[in-house]
């Protein structure tokens, strides 16, 4: 089931490879809503609220794991489109090192920083306890979850979306059922969502692995590949760091965007929490297609053949433009009738819905320049060109700073809500304009017959 992503019409492979990518992404989104509807609806509105006030911090959390093994995973996708099979299992077993000590880091680092970082955010006290007890079980899974993305990212690196989905979604199936069980028979609260989501990932970490042992040899290591190898951990930690930098800064933006919206209380907390996660379902499409460009450009970029990455960008900006506009029609068509599923009946949906609504309404004006970002970020990560992308990240942050600063300084809901579009505008301003810098440049350097991976 591997592709080859150097043949055929880039508009046709885009598309095949990106559906099973989205489907995935929606059900792993779907087993996140899960989460949230079971603790709204069996153990109330303020224990939605804990959940929701860490999604940004969730974020950052997942946006570690993602960002560190796609970088890990972009050497072994240059490698398999130039065809170095050996190169292609010393990339793997290299990766795998680098992700268990990073994995181990980043759990201490987050246990350690948990409750400071979230008093800096402004969590509200009545929520406070149960918001550190899930995102601090959240963390401790943090190994079963770098693990799942890293194995999801080396079969994608040789053109294998299909696998990643079909585990899944049975880790997805998986993750409602513990929910249900953990939550409603147990009587675990957030706890139970916690562990629901841990053990869930770690049983789709183990079957990733399973499955390329028993059926991708070409990802499968021998013995004398079991160690560092200098060049391999240079170059996968000068993708890898930064993309992984570029999501926590990102995220960095996003919880100075919850910090405004806790300031207007647990209700405004669980109704934005609600809106953004039928926001993230519908926008899933976009991710799909950041992480095929990826694998794409990736494979291209390790053949030599600059002129189908730009006929793949151009491809995938019509897709994602159409895509885009879709999108923004259903999530605020979906948004009333979806907002009752995540709360019990003594809920008043009333009172909930405006601040929904306003939050909906300002984004779905700006999908479009948010799937650009995907696109042009992807696509120079792909390339081995970190540095830019991460500075996206840091226009993003910016954006997202100044116009929350100015929300929570003049108490406005509506202004905070604009964090979000403000920095996709910036970002993809940004990301745009750096990609055509880039392309010419790998352009020069391919046409020289020389690869220069750094920006």
Partial sequence: MEQDMTKGSPFRVLIMFTLPLAIGNIFQQLYNMADTIIVGRYVGADALAAVGSTGTVMFLLNGFAQGITAGFAVLTSQRYGAKKMDGVRQSVSNGILLSLIGAIGFTAASLLFMRPLLHLMNTPENIFAQAYEYISLISLG??????????????????????????????????????????????????GAAWATNLSQ??????????????????????????????????????????????????????????????????AVAAYTAAGK??????????????????????????????????????????????????????????????GLFFSGEVDLAAMMPWARTYTTICILFYVP????????????????????????????????????????????????????AAWVGAGLFTGISYLYIIKKIEKNLGKGTAVHKS
């Fill in 142 to 191: 943090m190994v079963a979850n770098v693990f799942y993305n890293l194995f999801s990212s080396y079969l994608r690196a040789v053109g294998n979306s299909r696998m990643p989905l079909v585990f899944l979604v049975l880790s997805a199936c998986l993750n409602v059922v513990l929910d249900l069980i953990l939550i409603i028979n147990f009587k675990m609260g957030v706890a």
């Fill in 202 to 267: 770690a049983i789709s970490a183990v079957l990733c692995a399973v499955y390329i042992y028993k059926k991708v040899p070409a990802l499968m290591p021998e013995k004398r590949h079991w160690r560092f190898h200098k060049g391999d951990t240079r170059y996968q930690l000068a993708t890898g760091i930064p993309m992984a930098l570029q999501f926590a800064i990102t995220s960095s933006g996003t919880m100075v965007m919850q910090s405004a919206i806790n300031l207007f209380g647990s209700e």
């Fill in 278 to 339: 039928i926001h993230g379902l519908l926008t899933q499409g976009m991710v799909a297609m950041g992480q095929t460009m990826a694998v794409y450009s990736g494979q291209n970029y390790g053949k030599g053949d600059a002129g189908r990455i730009r006929q793949g960008v151009r491809a995938a900006l019509i897709i994602e433009v159409i895509y885009s506009v879709a999108s923004a029609v259903v999530v605020s068509a979906a948004l009333g009738p979806s907002l």
């Fill in 370 to 421: 948010l799937c650009t970002i995907f696109i042009f970020r992807n696509t120079m990560q792909g390339c081995g060109y970190g540095f830019l992308p991460m500075m996206g990240g840091v226009v993003e942050l910016a954006a997202r700073l100044i116009v929350a600063v100015i929300a929570m300084d003049i108490h406005s809901y509506w202004l905070a809500c604009a964090c979000d579009p």
